[in-house]
């Protein structure tokens, strides 16, 4: 139910419905986002999943593409892997940064707004 209400007002979370948000991490969405986006005939269309981890912080993660281990749809701007903290703040022009991981398939934010922004800019490159 969380992932169906999700990815139903996704628009909501960013005009281009390519970004959705989850309240809380710990909901296991990945098999069930890939059914509601068959089930709309929207497959392939969420890029990223924002959702808060136990520490308060915000996660933006790249959705995998189905079937295909860990490939992602659209991963993580290259130019942002592997960099933390204030630097990557500094490349992204975005406050509180975290991480990116090397893969490209997460990053981290201090902020829900951060987090967005980091999804936001990762659409555009």
């Given at each position: 139910?969380?992932?169906?209400?999700?990815?139903?007002?996704?628009?909501?979370?960013?005009?281009?419905?390519?970004?959705?948000?989850f309240?809380?991490?710990?909901c296991?969405?990945?098999?069930?986002?890939?059914?509601?986006?068959?089930?709309?005939?929207?497959?392939?269309?969420?890029?990223?999943?924002?959702?808060?981890?136990?520490?308060?912080?915000?996660?933006?993660?790249?959705?995998?593409?189905q079937?295909?281990?860990?490939?992602?749809?659209?991963?993580?701007?290259?130019?942002?892997?592997?960099?933390?903290?204030?630097?990557?703040?500094?490349?992204?022009?975005?406050?509180e940064?975290?991480?990116?991981?090397?893969?490209?398939?997460?990053?981290?934010?201090?902020?829900?707004?951060?987090?967005?922004?980091?999804?936001?800019?990762?659409?555009?490159?």
């Amino acid at each position: 139910a969380v992932v169906s209400t999700q990815s139903t007002g996704r628009h909501e979370v960013h005009s281009s419905g390519e970004i959705i948000k989850f309240k809380q991490g710990g909901c296991p969405w990945k098999e069930h986002l890939y059914q509601l986006e068959a089930a709309a005939d929207c497959q392939g269309q969420v890029k990223y999943v924002l959702y808060s981890d136990s520490q308060g912080s915000w996660r933006v993660q790249a959705v995998g593409v189905q079937g295909e281990g860990f490939k992602s749809r659209k991963p993580l701007p290259e130019v942002w892997r592997g960099v933390r903290d204030e630097k990557l703040s500094d490349l992204t022009g975005i406050p509180e940064c975290i991480f990116v991981h090397a893969t490209g398939f997460i990053g981290g934010n201090k902020t829900e707004e951060g987090a967005l922004e980091m999804a936001r800019q990762a659409l555009q490159m």
